[in-house]
């Protein structure tokens, strides 16, 4: 098992282009999640999954899209990457509701905008 | 609103002592809280949790506490090891939700 996977490890961005950052996971899991980094503000969640076709959002949804096709895959879109979005962005996946399963993460997405 | 708080950013403790993190958060609906440990430049790795069923919950050298009525988690660490240097993020959730709300974390620097 790859467990979580997350291309690509650095990104670049300039103020306006888009780009997908591309989260997978083989672990069958029907939950997934994307949560940003930032000094001093932890983890929030930005947009979550419970199943093909159910996403959600978080806490600080804005400026992203996701979209949940398979049981597999979660990609985050940025459609006009602004430099508040220069973070660090993990991807995570657990089995079940709060309490019933380990919420797995991936090594993170280190992105920049300029 | 923070409703997940981790008031000390940082923490340095000598190898062979205890390492207290704490943690508290104000949402009285979270009922299952997670620690989890992370080092730099990976993902967050799980490592120990607790259900609002119970006070204590222990595996090997990690114990969390939970304090309900001071709505009050705590992560021990005993006796702390120079591996044990990380970053330390508590989370909490409601059962029947799949939501995780993390604290800021807690660095934890373990002195050889």
């Known amino acids: 098992n790859a467990g979580v996977t997350q291309t690509p490890k650095f990104q670049v961005l300039k103020t306006g282009q888009s780009m997908t950052l591309q989260c997978a996971q083989d672990?069958?899991?029907?939950?997934m999640s994307w949560y940003r980094q930032d000094p001093g503000m932890g983890l929030r969640l930005i947009h979550y999954?419970?199943?093909?076709?159910?996403?959600d959002q978080g806490e600080v949804p804005n400026g992203y899209n996701v979209s949940r096709s398979t049981t597999e895959d979660f990609p985050l879109r940025l459609l006009s990457a602004a430099p508040s979005q220069t973070s660090v962005y993990f991807c995570a996946s657990s089995q079940g509701l709060a309490g019933t399963g380990t919420q797995y993460f991936g090594p993170g997405t280190r992105l920049t905008v300029l | 609103d923070q409703q997940v708080k981790q008031n000390s950013p940082s923490l340095s403790v000598q190898e062979g002592r205890i390492s207290i993190l704490n943690c508290d958060y104000t949402n009285s609906m979270f009922d299952y809280f997670l620690w989890y440990k992370k080092y730099p430049a990976e993902g967050p790795t799980f490592l120990i949790s607790?259900?609002?069923?119970?006070d204590k919950n222990e595996d090997g050298r990690f114990t969390v506490f939970l304090n309900k009525s001071a709505k009050h988690l705590s992560l021990h660490i005993v006796p702390s090891q120079p591996g044990d240097s990380a970053v330390y993020f508590c989370a909490a959730s409601g059962s029947g939700t799949y939501k995780y709300i993390f604290g800021t974390g807690t660095r934890l620097k373990v002195l050889a």
């Open positions: 672990m069958n899991h029907e939950y």
């Open positions: 607790i259900s609002s069923i119970k």
């Open positions: 999954s419970v199943g093909a076709g159910i996403t």
